[in-house]
């Protein structure tokens, strides 16, 4: 039970900070208007060859009108959002290219993506996210 509250406490840490693989590139550096709760992980050592140090996460994202998830890159931690509510824009920085994502449609984190996310509408946007991220 500690090492899971532990776990929790460095994830939600992480959530708020956004600051593993923040690039220079076009698009905000900090967070703004962004809550999160991580509803689960699971840690992946051993289940493959090179999974050892990571976990699979999954956690709800909240982002109120006119916040916004900062510009950042997918090195290591692929991942996939559901949104649940609202619509959000997302800056596909490494792709050149912006794309509105609205209710009950999936956004693709691959390997190598920088992206930065907005909710420039009136109201929330909820997201329900999975990625994998290392264990710390």
Same mark, same amino acid.
């Given at each position: ?24 590139? +076009?698009? $905000?550096?900090?967070?703004?208007? %962004?809550? @999160?709760? =991580? !509803?689960?992980?699971?840690?992946? #050592? /051993? ?28 090195? +290591?931690? $692929?991942?996939?959002?559901?949104? %649940?509510? @609202?619509? =959000? !824009?997302?800056?596909?920085?490494? #792709? /050149? ?40």
């Amino acid at each position: 039970m500690r090492s899971r509250f532990k776990s929790t406490v460095i994830i939600a840490a992480a959530l708020f900070a956004f600051t593993p693989n923040v690039v220079d590139a +076009d698009g $905000p550096t900090t967070p703004k208007g %962004l809550s @999160g709760n =991580v !509803t689960a992980t699971i840690p992946l #050592e /051993g289940v493959f060859k090179t999974s050892d140090g990571l976990q699979m996460r999954a956690r709800e994202v909240t982002i109120a009108p006119g916040g916004r998830i900062p510009v950042h890159q997918h090195v +290591d931690r $692929p991942g996939v959002a559901y949104i %649940l509510e @609202g619509e =959000v !824009t997302e800056h596909r920085v490494s #792709e /050149g290219k912006t794309v509105v994502t609205p209710a009950g449609t999936t956004v693709r984190e691959q390997i190598g993506l920088t992206h930065w996310i907005e909710n420039t509408g009136d109201k929330p946007a909820r997201a329900f996210v999975v990625d994998i991220v290392p264990v710390k």
